[in-house]
């Protein structure tokens, strides 16, 4: 075999299939393009699939006529000049690399108007060969038009979907689009039939309405609004209520600096947020837009520019962990969601000493806020003794509007079930699943006021990892010490623990070791330690909370009632099954036909 360069437009196409893997894709790349250059509204127009014809035409700034022919040129880009560019990037763009790889594998027609000019001006290629500049009618902005895309790449071609599925992955792509940059108006036609039409949104209330209409009225009544910054980080958004969790992670929108990504990392902070309020199996749903230094983050760590390397990892892995943690918890009977929000009151912020820095090194975080923990033994008799006995309950309730956020109780159901009565209806609550979860709490408050206790081991455990990991791990040794493991390296691939938290001193200790190792080395941080823990409690809080058949009294139902008012997540068990639900008067009406 003889060595030989290959032909120029040969490479592009190999290029190419970095950038363009499908339609949506040439998608992303234009719209994108269209965004960095000021625009405030994008029209995007496909037919078969994107297959046949992708049309996007923006009001921004323009190309002027004699760079069209150096921007369908390859890693020509006005975005970056130096590597200390590339090093803190703004723009969505700046590889260079998008027309010309779309150019290579699709008939491509530029045509701009540059703010100012007097005319417009377009040129077309395809194949790798570029025609020449000529005039054309078009208002200020650029219209780039794609058609018969992979024409030329027969093997590429046969790889795409059918129509239907193309175009899907197209209103994917441009609902990603919307709820990345709520100042842009977009618009999205497919096969002449508008799909999506959505305008810039200035305020909140703007801005939820956009995003109730990209992602469903449901999502949007059933979600939290969060906004919590710590030093360099923000991050803003909408989170679901744990009620309205997913079967597939299909409705989970990640952006970092207004580009959207699909990052495994800031995924599973998300994940480890919810870990005591979902249903296992469960996935949450949010729309969440992380903003930091672009100096803390790689976007160049692939072509199509949704992974991201971070300086930090584990900082900002922890920062949006406990946000997502902090909101939920608020997420409890009393709270009010606010109606034009769709979330809690506003937040404050956390805690600008926040420091990545003492992060890495062990230093424990920031208290972020806890609801006060119920003082003393929980116990409900103990709780009503002085109202053992109150003869009056309905009368009271009858001339007396309920305020409690859970009312006040009249009876229970087949010694499983609290029936109480608030001024809008009735409330059912699972005594069962309500105790647990403030048992819970409690139990998960006590445990963090001190350090863990350490239980030692009468034989050390030999746990077998490579040298890498045991290198990640004593980096956090005193973090590791913090949760009451003694760890120590006898050999390049051999760690000996000599104790573990008291907790989970019956638990397999070289799995647990190995897994929060690995999970450390993922930048999942001392999580694994912690969710061990926490199982543990809440296996002690099932046990431990009232079950099925016990009989309770109306002032002790109440002290329930009030207990879970005052205890964080009561509105899931620690299972991730709702606690309580309601049925309004007007429901009951409707079942008896009153008022007709």
Known sequence: MTIRILPSHLIDQIAAGEVVERPASVIKELVENAIDAGATRVEIEIE???????????????????ELPLALTR??????????????VESLGFRGEALPSIAAVAQLRLASRAQGAASAHEVEAADGSMGEVKPAALPEGTLVEVRELFFNVPARRRFLRSE???ALQVQRMVERIALSNFDVGIRYVNNGREVLRVSPAADEAARRERMAQVVGEEFAASCLWLDVAAGPLRLSGWISLPTFSRAQPDLAYWFVNGRAVRDRLLMNAVKIGYRDVLYGGRHPAYVLSLAMDPREVDVNAHPAKQELRFRESRGVHDFIHRAVERTLAQARPGVQHSAVSGGIAPQAPLPAEFDFASR???????????????????A???????????????????SEPDTQPLGTAIAQLHGIYILAQDKSGLVLVDMHAGHERVLYEKLKAEHAERRADAQQLLTPVIVDLSA????????????????????????PDRLAV???????ARDDVATLVRETALAVAGDEGTHHVQGAEHRLLATLACRGAVHAGRRLSLPEMDALLRQMEQTERASQCNHGRPTFTRVALSELDHLFLRGR
Do not use: Y
């Not at 046949?52 to 009001?59: S, W």
């Not at 890495?360 to 929980?378: E, H, K, N, V």
């Not at 000599?498 to 989970?504: F, G, M, N, T, Y």
């Open 164 to 166: 239907a599925t193309e």
């Open 380 to 398: 409900i008799r103990d709780a009503m003794a002085s109202h053992a006995s109150t003869p009056t309950f309905a009368t009271q309730r009858d």
């Open 48 to 66: 078969r699939g994107g297959a046949g014809l992708i049309r996007v035409r923006d009001n921004g700034r323009g190309i002027p006529a004699d």
């Open 498 to 504: 000599r104790s573990v938290p008291a907790l989970l």
């Open 360 to 378: 890495t090194q062990g230093a424990s975080l920031p208290d972020f806020g806890r609801m006060p923990a119920p003082s003393g033994t929980w």
């Open 75 to 88: 890693h020509a880009t006005s975005k970056i000049a130096s590597l200390d560019d590339l090093s803190a």
């Open 468 to 491: 890498a990991v045991i290198e990640r791990v004593l980096e956090d040794r005193e973090e590791w010490s913090r949760c009451g493991f003694d760890l120590e390296q006898i050999a």
